[in-house]
């Protein structure tokens, strides 16, 4: 479940049902994702309390995700949470309503065991101190109105302070990780960094191939079959510029677009490619194997279906 706060700011509202994400669906480099998974794999991990006592270590457990807009950052927190089958809380501190007594009184309400995200923590005025005021305890105007300030003392009180709780892991997003306070994220309060970048060639075949694959429960008609999607893949992200920079979700509309035809998204690559020049004759000759492939499944699977069998002493097809 996620839950988000309510407008004030001093508790969580109502939880939101939705769908569990399995990891597969998240396409980023494959190592950060294992690295990730272990990592919050053995911090949840039911002896891992024991070992932090013994060893006189607070049970707690930070990451960074940093990297442009659009590349999963926020997506992969669902689908960890799901994966680990803990509550996913979402903080904003972005809100006008985001000050230090708030925040104090929204985390008094965090269950032991869950994961906290705090999402564009970089937009939320919460930088180094000669690039925020807030950071003074100073107050904003808001409809010329004061309201009092987040500053770094208090969101680093609810973080590790004196009286914070153990047993949370708190994950910080951010599209600007040079702008944070040093004392934010030094190791301790952020113990791994994880970046989310650009799409590279082996994620860009790993999302034509999930887009593209054949599901058994799917309800959509028209999905065009293919008989080597992985060399179709392939194909795909040849066309793809050395130096191209372009996120998952720019990727993932484009391959939409396409959502019946993986041949048709082979032959508009040069849309969201530039300088993509794919022959279109190879994509026909591709899609015609693959019509020739099925005609060869439906032929054998008619003679499967004219196999013979007895009936008293003669013999009939099938049906009779």
């Not at 911090?43 to 049970?59: M, T, W």
């Not at 939320?124 to 808001?142: F, P």
């Not at 279109?280 to 196999?307: L, W």
């Amino acid at each position: 479940m996620i839950f988000k706060p309510s407008d004030n700011l001093q508790n969580f509202g109502l939880p939101s049902f939705v769908r569990r994400r399995d990891m597969s669906s998240i396409d980023m480099d494959e190592r950060l994702k294992a690295d990730l998974i272990e990592d919050a794999k053995a911090y949840f991990h039911p002896a891992s309390e024991a070992y932090y006592v013994n060893r006189g270590i607070p049970l707690r457990r930070g990451y960074l995700f940093y990297g442009p807009p659009g590349c999963g950052k926020t997506s992969i927190c669902g689908a960890l949470a799901s994966m680990l089958n803990l509550d996913l809380y979402t903080i904003s501190l972005a809100s006008e309503n985001a000050n230090d007594k708030n925040l104090e009184k929204l985390f008094s309400h965090l269950p032991k065991r869950c994961i906290v995200l705090l999402e564009d923590i970089d937009s939320a005025g919460v930088e180094r101190e000669n690039m925020s005021v807030a950071l003074h305890g100073m107050s904003r105007q808001r409809n010329d109105h004061y309201w009092p300030s987040l500053t770094i003392g208090g969101l680093l009180n609810v973080i590790d302070g004196a009286g914070a709780a153990e047993g949370r892991l708190i994950i910080m997003t951010s599209n600007h990780p040079e702008t944070l306070d040093r004392a934010l994220i030094r190791p301790g309060r952020i113990d791994k960094t994880f970046y989310f970048g650009h799409v590279s060639k082996a994620v860009a075949a790993s999302m034509f191939k999930r887009i593209y694959s054949s599901y058994d429960n799917d309800i959509i008609t028209g999905l065009e079959a293919v008989d080597n999607l992985d060399l179709l893949a392939d194909e795909f992200v040849q066309q793809m510029p050395v130096d191209i920079e372009i996120t998952p979700a720019e990727l993932q509309c484009f391959l939409l677009e396409h959502r019946n035809s993986p041949f048709d998204a082979l032959r508009s690559a040069y849309q969201i490619f530039p300088g993509a020049t794919f022959d279109r004759d190879i994509c026909e000759s591709m899609r015609a194997e693959t019509v020739q492939a099925e005609d060869i499944d439906m032929e054998n699977s008619e003679s499967e279906e004219s196999v013979y069998y007895s009936v008293g002493s003669q013999w009939s097809p099938r049906g009779f």
